[in-house]
């Protein structure tokens, strides 16, 4: 096998596996995300407390991200929800 054909394949099975896991990585942040938002809802209204947090959750080193995450998907939702266009007629 020539060089170029090795160089070739190796560099191909190397875009393909940076790909696998950037979307991998984008894809379990969005899981982790929506865990940490089912978790805050569910102690928010078994606490009845909204800025309420357990000692847990706000040390937790994922905490910033996963805070930041939720409240970008939250935003989405509201634009979206507020963005609905009128029934025709």
Same mark, same amino acid.
């Given at each position: 096998? %020539?060089?170029? #054909?090795?160089m070739s394949r190796?560099?191909? *099975? &190397?875009a393909?596996?940076? &790909?696998?896991?950037?979307?991998? $990585?984008?894809?379990?942040l969005l899981i982790a995300t929506l865990i940490y938002l089912v978790v805050s809802l569910a102690y928010q209204?078994? $606490?009845a407390d909204?800025?309420?947090? %357990? #000692?847990?959750?706000k040390? =937790?080193? =994922?905490y %910033? &991200?996963? *805070?930041v995450t939720s409240r970008?998907?939250?935003?989405?939702?509201e634009r979206r929800r507020h963005e609905q266009p009128a029934p025709a007629q």
């Open positions: 096998m %020539p060089v170029g #054909e090795v190796t560099t191909n *099975d &190397l393909q596996v940076r &790909l696998l896991f950037g979307f991998g $990585a984008l894809k379990g209204v078994y $606490a909204a800025k309420a947090r %357990p #000692e847990w959750v040390q =937790s080193r =994922s %910033p &991200l996963l *805070d970008a998907i939250i935003g989405y939702v």
